[in-house]
């Protein structure tokens, strides 16, 4: 049996190893081969979970749910709208009341950059903290089951040229995506996007920039689309939709300009017909739905990993 990879919280990838990222990439492929990382039903009765989401998600939420149930662990579901959060509860008591009922890990979406962090300083050792997606900081899971993804059709990594396009300024799923990118050692990241939805210090990102995505899209091996997020922006920062799909959105025509076996991927929900045309999106070398899929499984890794880690 597969040896579980040692974590205790997952706050972001920047606190994870190479060796951490490839254990936890190795735990979720044994998990989808039927080689379930098995944890003991003594762990998995001592370790519930809880989501908090204060932000809608469709994806990570059920994909966590669904990882912790076939882990058979409890799972307590949070959601702003449905708890004492829409009667003004701070973050911290609901956190401390969830742990008083005996949750072990808690799994954070919040539309705070750093905010995971900050549960993690005031939780202490009571509980593990999982970030599902913190403002624009970090997403750590989403990155993970998209290198998992990437690995089911490129093998080695450091061959590899990736291009994410799109909205990286308010993206915490590029950012995330970047940095295992980085650890994992690939060739070179194109980032392609309109000088307007690019973050001040991009300069000192390990990226390659391109405003034109024809020269961006050149040799590559993956394409990542990223989301529009009009709900983070002033309504100002963007307001043409059909402007931006004309200059930067992954159409047939362009993808041939990829490597012809490039896949393409998008950390969902899509705007279809923006950042991605819809024959595109549905295509032969789209993986978005395999992302979805592998999600599964790698949260279960890191659920597995961490609830190990907790009955040491
Ligand atoms: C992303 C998120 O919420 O950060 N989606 C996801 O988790 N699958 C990306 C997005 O909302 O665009």
């Known amino acids: 049996m597969l040896k579980h990879p040692s974590l205790m919280h997952l706050i972001d990838i920047e606190s994870l190893s190479a060796e951490t990222i490839n254990a936890l990439l190795a735990a979720a492929n044994a998990i989808l081969k039927g080689h379930a990382v098995k944890i003991s039903q003594n762990i998995a009765e001592n370790t519930p979970v809880a989501t908090l989401f204060y932000e809608n998600s469709t994806r990570t939420r059920f994909s966590f749910h669904l990882a912790a149930s076939r882990l058979k662990m409890t799972c307590l579901d949070f959601t702003r709208e449905g708890s004492s959060a829409s009667k003004g509860e701070s973050l911290q008591d609901t956190a401390a009341t969830l742990v008083a009922m005996g949750a072990k890990i808690l799994i954070l979406r919040h539309p705070e950059a750093h905010s995971a962090e900050q549960l993690k300083e005031i939780v202490g050792d009571k509980a593990s903290i999982i970030n599902a997606g913190d403002g624009a900081h970090a997403h750590p899971t989403q990155a993970l089951l998209d290198m998992l993804t990437i690995q089911h059709h490129k093998k080695k990594f450091n061959d590899l040229r990736v291009a994410i396009i799109g909205d990286v300024l308010y993206s915490r799923v590029a950012r995330s995506q970047i940095c295992a990118l980085t650890k994992l050692g690939v060739k070179a990241i194109h980032v392609i996007a309109p000088t307007v939805l690019l973050p001040q210090d991009i300069h000192r990102w390990p990226v390659v920039l ?103």
Not at 242 to 267: C, F, N, S, W
Not at 271 to 291: C, M, T, W
């Open 210 to 312: 391109y405003d034109d995505i024809a020269a961006g899209l050149k040799e590559v091996d993956v394409i990542i689309c990223l989301r529009i997020q009009k709900e983070r922006m002033p309504s100002d920062l963007f307001p043409d939709v059909v402007a931006y799909h004309e200059q930067y959105g992954l159409t047939q025509e362009r993808l041939l300009l990829a490597k012809p076996d490039a896949i393409v991927m998008h950390p969902g929900p899509m705007n279809r017909g923006v950042e991605i045309e819809s024959s595109v999106a549905d295509g032969k070398q789209s993986v978005i739905l395999e992302q979805v899929h592998n999600g599964v499984a790698l949260r279960m890794a890191v659920l597995s990993a961490i609830a190990e880690e907790r009955c040491q």
